[in-house]
C-alpha cells in the first residue's frame, strides 16, 4: 500500500527545524506523499527511516536490467494501466527460446536466423531482444556449451537462461555473468540456491510461482534478500494469464502491492506459429514485460514487433521527421519534386517509394506537426498557403530548373489554389505511395 | 490476497443489439446475431458480464474487387464477379454476418443505379441466411440515393445500414428509422466526434440502442494505436455511465489492414520482410485481436486464414 502524510510523519524527527525548506515536518511528509519532494532533502532523517522510506517511496513497478551494452533491456517501470494515462515506457522484450539439445548445425541455422530477425520499417530498426535457452538436455555440460555458443555468435542479442537446475546454472554463470543475462526459474523447490546464485553473479532473476496467490507470496520472500526479479506467475493458459497479467498491474500501480511490483514474463503455447504470434499479440497489449516464444521466421516476427512499436509510442507526441528539404538519390536539376507532411508515416511511405522508383526526387516534407496528409488537410496545415510558404522557405527554387510540384493524390482538391498561390505548375500524384513508381515512370523517364 | 479488492465496479454497459430478423421477427434470416452487453473490459470475466462473443463480418462487393491483393485474389477469385456466391463463400469460412460494400455505385466505378443495387442486396439475402450489413460505395451524395433504396427493399430485415458520418448522417439514418434498420456510424478517430455523431443521430429519433460505431480503424503500423487508445477510452468511458458512447464497436479492418505495405509489397521488394501470403494474413489477423484487447464487438474481415485466427483467439479468451 501507499504510505499517507501521516505514516511517513511517523518517522520523521519532529523538530520542525525547517531545513528542507517545509514549515513543519508534517508539511513535508505531505509533500513526500504526494511525490512532490525528496527524502533526501531532510538531513535529519534516521538511517532506519530511511530504509522504511525508501522503499516505501520506491516506483510501483521496478525497473529491471538485462544485459550490457547498447541493445541492454530495460524491463518494466510502467506508471499506468493505458496508454493513453500517459504513456508505455519499456517496451515488452520479443525473445526467440531453443533447447541445447539442437545438434551443432541446427544450432547454427537458428542463431543465424534469429539475428537476421532486424527489420527496417518506417525509418527505424526493429528486432527481438534475446534469445531464451532452455535446459532441456538436463546436462550442465551440454548446457554451458550451448550457451556458450549462442553467447559468441548472437552478440547483439540479449541471454535468457531458462533452467531451474542450480547445478547447471552454477556451471555457466562464472563465463557469462558479466553479459548480465536473465536466468530462472527460482521456484517453490530451488529458490534459495537460486537467489544466492543470482546474488553472488549479480544476474536479475525469474520467479516462478503457480498462479497468483503463490507468486505472491514467494516474491514476498525472495525480495526481502534480493530485488532484481522478473515474476512469472506459472500460469500457461492465453486467457488466465491475460486476467493474471491485467491483477498484477492492477495490484501493483492502485495498491502498491509490493510483490507484484516487478517486470512480468509470458511464454506463448501454441504449436502453430500463426497461433502463437496472435497469443503473443494478447501479452504484449496486456502487460507482459517480456514474451518468449518459438516463431521465428520475419514474416511471423515483424507484425509482432510493429505491433509493439505502436503501442509503446507516445500518445502525446507523434513520431515526426524534421520538417524540411530531403533528397532522395542522386538528384539533378531535373528531378520531380514531391510534397508530403512530417508524418513519420507519411514521409517514410514516401520516400521508400520514390527510392523505389529509381528515379531520384526531392521530398518537401512540409511541416504539419507530425499529422497525415488528410489529418492535416482537415486542420489547415497542408493547404495552398502553408505548402506555397513552406516551398518558398525550402530553397528548392534554387535546386531545380522546372518549376512543378507533385502533391499527394487525397489533397487533389488544393491543387488550383496551390498552383495560383505558389506560382509553380502542380501535378497531382497518385492517393497511395505505392503509386509512385509507376507514376514517376510514366512522367518523367521520358524527360531525363 | 483477496482478488476481489481489484474488481472494478463499473456502472455502464454496452448496449445489447441483435442484426437481423427471422420469420416470426418479420424478415427471412435463419439466424440473428448479438453482441453488446459487455460490461467489463475485454475478456476480464472475473470481474463482470460479456455474454456476447466478438463476431465477424465478412466484406464482399457487388462487383469484382480488382485491385485486391493477390493473396486475398487466391482465397476468392471464383466467387469475385458473383455476390451471391461470395456471399455463400463467406459463410462457408465462418461469416456470422455478411458485409455488403455497395461498390458499384461509385460513379467512377460503374455507377450502378439503386435499383440495381437494392437487386444485389436481395439476392444477397436470398442466398444465405447470416444477418447483413449494408454500406454504401464512399460517394456521398451517391449513397444518399442508394440507402432509402436499400432500405426499403428490405424492410423487416433488420440490418445495419452505415456509414453514417459527421458530414452525412441524414438520410441513412431517415432510411432506417423508416424501414427499423440500424446504423453504423464512422468515426474520424477521435473519441469527442464519435460522441457528437451519436447525440446528432439520437437527435434525429433513431434510439442509441439501434447505433453501432466504427471509431475510424487503422490498421496495424499505420495508426492503430490512435483506434486502440480511442476505442479503451470510449469503453471505460460506457462503463463509466456515458451513454453516449455504449453503442457495441465495428472494426473495419480488412479494408484497412490489405492496404497495408506490409500485405501489398512482394518478398522479392522486401527480402527483410520474408514470406508476403504470410505476413499479409498476419498483418489482418492481428490488427484484428489487438483491436479485440480494446474492445471491438464486430470485427470486419477478408482473409479465411485470418478469420480463423481471429476465431480462435475470441474462443481461447472467452472459455
Ligand atoms: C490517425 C488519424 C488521426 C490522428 C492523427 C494521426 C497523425 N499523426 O496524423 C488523430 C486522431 C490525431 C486525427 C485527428 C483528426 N483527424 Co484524422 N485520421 C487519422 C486516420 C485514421 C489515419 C491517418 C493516417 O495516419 N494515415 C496514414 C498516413 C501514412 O497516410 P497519409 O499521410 O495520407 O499518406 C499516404 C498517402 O497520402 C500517400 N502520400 C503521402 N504523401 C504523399 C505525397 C505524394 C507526392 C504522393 C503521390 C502520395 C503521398 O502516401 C501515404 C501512404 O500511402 C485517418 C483515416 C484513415 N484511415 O486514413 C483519419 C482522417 C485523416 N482524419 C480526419 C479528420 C477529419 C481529422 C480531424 C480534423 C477530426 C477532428 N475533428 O478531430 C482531426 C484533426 C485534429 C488536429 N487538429 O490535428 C479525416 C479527414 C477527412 C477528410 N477527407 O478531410 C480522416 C480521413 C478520417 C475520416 N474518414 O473522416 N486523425
Ligand atoms: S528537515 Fe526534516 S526534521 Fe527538519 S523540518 Fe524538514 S522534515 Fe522536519
Redesign the pocket.
Known sequence: MALTGLDIFKQLPKTNCKDCGMSTCLAFAMALAKGSTELDLCPHVSESAKKFLDIASAPPIRSVIVGVGPNQLTLGGETVLFRHDKTFINQTAIVIKISDTLAPDELDEKIRNINGLSMKRMGQRIGVNAIAITNCSQKPETFKAVVDIVAARAKNLNLILLVENAIALEAVLPGIAAQKPLVGSATANNWQAMVALAKRYAVPLIIKGNGLNDTAALVEKVASEYKELVIDTGMRNTAKVLVALTNIRRLALKKKFRPFGFPTIAFTTAEDPNDEIIQAGVFVAKYASIVILKADEKPYVLPLLTFRMNLYTDPQK?IAVEANLYEIGAVTPESPV????N?S??YY??EGEVLNSKIPGYIIAVDTE??????A???GRFDAQTITDFVQKSGIAEKVSHRTL?????VAVISGKLQEKSGWNVIV??????G?PAFAKAYYTKDA | MNLDSIKEKYIGSIHTVTLGATKDQGGTRTNTVTVGGDATLPFLFFEGEQSNKAVVAIEIWDIPPTEWNSVLQDAYADVFSNPVAWAQKAVEFGADLILLRLKGGDPDLGNKTPEQLANVVKDVLAAVGVPLIVIGCGNDEKDNSIMPVIAAVAAGENLLLGMAKNDNYKSIVAAALVHNHKVLT?G???IN?CKQLNILITELGLAAENILMDP?S?ALG??LE?TYSVMERGRLDALNGNERLAMPVVCNVGH?AWRAKEAIAPEKDFPDWGNQAKRAILWEALTATSLLQAGANIMVMRHPEAIRLFKNNVNELSA
Open positions: 507523434p514531391y510534397v508530403c507532411t508524418f508515416l507519411t511511405a514516401v507530425g499529422t497525415s496528409v488528410l489529418t488537410w482537415a486542420s507533385v502533391i499527394p493524390g487525397y500524384g497518385p492517393q497511395e505511395a505505392v509512385i | 464512422l474520424t478517430v477521435d466526434m475510424g487503422c499505420y495508426g490512435y484497412e
